[in-house]
């Protein structure tokens, strides 16, 4: 499938494996250059190998999301490497601890909070100035049907991915008079490396939680994501789009 851009180039966090791997090198197979950022340095190398290899254009980052500084500093990579930044993809995240919120670890909470809000809220305060001198783009950030719905055993997680819900929408009130788009987008359970440690009856469970019968694939959110940031969506801003196999219509 392809997708028409206005820009040329694009930062993926967390673009190392899964989801976010899906989206660098689909992106890249549609013409952008890729900043390929995450926490995992030979994971990085591996995907902007890959991205070569099938002939696009890409450097590697990395990134701690949780650290401000390193966050700018991937900005910073893709004006220095590509000459501007016009789309970025907050993907980065962890699953964090399971449990009810009166039994969990202080340290857990923090730490899903750094990543997975802390870490788009980062982005966001870097991204959006380079984006707006490079005269407007789009930004996608990973939220989750769990930043739609409740969940008993992931308070961490769910307060982080619904309040990413609720900073891409006022995010994309503030800047889209500027030229700047900015959606969430909302996977449904997905086979990524998060879901590695699974039992097969807790997979069987997961499954079962989709009317479309299976859990979803990488490339297919990665796909929802490049109509976001292309200029098909020239009209969706502060939308949150699930993508999650009939999860949320239930």
Same mark, same amino acid.
Request: no cysteine; glycine share 16%; proline share 1%.
């Given at each position: 499938m392809h997708y028409t851009f206005s820009g040329n180039s694009v930062l993926v966090t967390g673009a190392a494996s899964g989801i976010g791997e899906a989206?660098?090198?689909?992106?890249?197979a549609n013409g952008l250059s890729v900043v390929v950022s995450d926490i995992q340095a030979h994971a990085v190398q591996r995907v902007v190998d890959a991205i070569s290899a099938d002939g696009g254009r890409a450097v590697g980052n990395i990134c701690d999301v949780a650290k401000p500084d390193q966050v700018q500093a991937a900005v910073e990579s893709a004006q220095e490497h590509f000459g501007a930044l016009h789309y970025a993809v907050?993907?980065?995240?962890?699953?964090?601890?399971? $449990? *009810? /919120?009166?039994? %969990? =670890?202080?340290?857990?909470w923090q730490r899903v909070i750094d990543i997975n809000l802390n870490g788009v809220a980062y982005g966001l305060r870097y991204q959006i100035p380079a984006i707006l001198a490079?005269?407007? $783009? *789009? /930004?996608?950030? %990973? =939220?989750?049907?769990?930043g739609l719905v409740g969940i008993a055993t992931a308070p961490g997680?769910?307060?982080?991915?619904?309040?990413?819900?609720?900073?891409?929408?006022?995010?994309?009130?503030?800047?889209?008079?500027s030229g700047i788009r900015v959606n969430s987008i909302h996977p449904g359970y997905v086979e990524t490396p998060i879901l590695d440690n699974l039992d097969?009856?807790?997979?069987?469970?997961?499954?079962g939680l989709h009317p479309i019968g299976r859990l979803g694939h990488a490339e297919e959110i990665a796909h929802a994501i490049a109509f976001l940031l292309s200029d098909?969506?020239?009209?969706?801003?502060?939308?949150?789009?699930?993508?999650?196999g009939g999860y949320t219509a239930q």
């Open positions: 989206t660098a090198r689909l992106l890249a907050n993907n980065a995240g962890i699953g964090g601890q399971a $449990g *009810a /919120v009166g039994e %969990m =670890s202080l340290e857990a490079a005269g407007g $783009g *789009a /930004v996608v950030n %990973m =939220s989750s049907i769990l997680y769910n307060a982080a991915k619904h309040a990413v819900t609720g900073l891409t929408r006022s995010t994309a009130l503030a800047y889209s008079a097969p009856a807790a997979r069987t469970g997961l499954v098909g969506a020239s009209f969706v801003t502060g939308a949150a789009l699930a993508a999650d």
